[in-house]
T-cell receptor, first 112, second 117 residues
């Protein structure tokens, strides 16, 4: 019963490096989300996808790109990492009728 | 755009006492869902309770209950008989009811709850 799986769990990047955070869910959910969590800022929405083939910007999309590869997978890419992108990143999924979001374990990313 | 505000960054409560966490939100929609999530030090996000805006009855889950005031756009969480395991960050969240492309879930900044033994 995996739910939402994020990889990696921890990552250290140098400024300017690129990387992709992977997310997969096995609950057949239509909606998927990427959030970042910073102290005192709560969870801020980066991008979301209401269905396969669609993606939309959230509150803080600058510096990120996403791909909804299929219904299961929703990846987040940092093309040129900056120290301001040091954060904990959460992927989540939800079925509209089911209403609540299910979260992955999070990725702690440090950009030095 | 919808917003969620949690005005209490931190709170403390004595073990076995009752505590209320505040949440207000802003929306022009009439139908929506509201949630409280708990995040313990493990970083896991755990759903505590949810409320459908079209239901007048306040939701209850064991020691957790909400006071939902739709007109005031207020959604507070009451924790009764507080236990050490309740120590965590609590997030209030909003979701539109309608099935459309704009399917966002918006979170507040959180309230860190300390339980004093």
């Amino acid at each position: 019963n995996a739910g939402v799986t994020q990889t990696p769990k921890f990552q250290v990047l140098k400024t300017g490096q690129s990387m992709t955070l992977q997310c997969a869910q096995d609950m057949n959910h239509n909606s998927m989300y990427w959030y970042r969590q910073d102290p005192g800022m709560g969870l801020r929405l980066i991008y979301y996808s209401a269905s396969e083939g669609t993606t939309d910007k959230g509150e803080v999309p600058n510096g990120y790109n996403v791909s909804r590869l299929n219904k299961r997978e929703f990846s987040l890419r940092l093309e040129s990492a900056a120290p301001s992108q040091t954060s904990v990143y959460f992927c989540a999924s939800s079925e509209v009728q089911n209403t609540e979001a299910f979260f992955g374990q999070g990725t702690r990313l440090t950009v030095v | 755009a919808q917003t969620v505000t949690q005005s209490q960054p931190e709170m403390s409560v004595q073990e076995a006492e009752t505590v209320t966490l505040s949440c207000t939100y802003d929306t022009s929609e009439s139908d929506y869902y509201l949630f409280w999530y708990k995040q313990p030090p493990s970083r896991q996000m755990i759903l505590v309770i949810r409320q459908e805006a079209y239901k007048q009855q306040n939701a209850t889950e064991n020691r957790f209950s909400v006071n939902f005031q739709k007109a005031a756009k207020s959604f507070s969480l009451k924790i009764s008989d507080s236990q050490l395991g309740d120590a965590a960050m609590y997030f209030c969240a909003y979701r539109s009811l309608f099935m459309n492309r704009d399917d966002k879930i918006i979170f507040g900044k959180g309230t860190r709850l300390h339980i004093l033994p």
